[in-house]
């Protein structure tokens, strides 16, 4: 991936909580018949190594846990706010027209080899896991014990687990950070103008940059 340096991020504690956060990863693998991508929830265990594990599972149906190369290292893809970024909110636009529009993201990149697990009690404690953390805010949280016993084993025996020790993460946090403090309070200001869950997200990232860089 490339990183400008006024966009790259470093700190493995922002990273793996914007994995926590935004868990639908892209699982990128390379097979024989090219490069194959599935969208999965991802699970960041803390295994005391640098970086984690990430586990989740895939239909068995699913010929990417089939057809990979298991030395050439799986891409977990982790994207966070994003936004569309006017022209017409930089003042340049006004005083010489010379802008053009962007976009705003942040997005984390997590790397290592893959692993295939079919193991019965592997695949219930993750499901029941992923479950958990997601039911987590319900007024009643839903759980797999919640599921006849043998409805949930069938359900079992349609997936296959895999793991990503992760051996490598990198962060883009592409927030306006190049840019100066009136065209950033510019596009502070376009965002909260649109009063979007989106816009509102972005603007809410931006500023918490903006302020943590004037910290330092």
């Known amino acids: 991936m490339y990183i400008p340096r006024a966009n790259e991020e470093n700190r493995v504690s922002v990273m ?4 926590v956060s935004h868990p639908l990863a892209t ?9 194959f991508a599935s969208h999965i929830p991802m699970v960041l265990d803390n295994d005391g190594s640098q970086f ?5 599972h895939l239909s068995r149906a699913n010929r990417q846990w089939r057809d990979f190369v298991p030395t050439v290292d799986a891409l977990a893809i982790f994207a966070g706010h994003q936004h569309y970024i006017s022209p017409n909110w930089y003042p340049g636009t006004r005083e010489h027209g010379k802008e053009v529009p962007t976009w705003n993201y942040v997005v984390v990149h997590a790397y290592g080899p893959l692993k295939v697990i079919q193991d019965h009690d592997w695949l219930l404690t993750n499901v029941e896991k992923l479950t958990n953390i997601h039911e987590a805010g319900s007024p009643v949280p839903w759980k797999v014990s919640d599921a006849p016993k ?18 490598r993460l990198q962060g883009k946090w592409k927030v306006s950070q190049n840019r100066t403090e009136s065209e950033r309070k510019g596009v502070v200001e376009g965002l909260s103008k649109l009063n979007s869950p989106g816009s ?17």
């Open 16 to 19: 793996q909580a914007l994995m």
């Open 27 to 35: 699982l990128v693998t390379l097979g024989d018949s090219g490069l």
């Open 150 to 167: 043998e409805f949930i084993k069938s359900q079992l025996n349609g997936i296959v687990g895999l793991e990503l020790p992760i051996q």
């Open 200 to 216: 509102l997200a972005m603007k809410a990232l931006m500023e918490e940059i903006w302020i943590s860089e004037k910290r330092d």
């Open 52 to 56: 984690g594990v990430l586990k989740g």
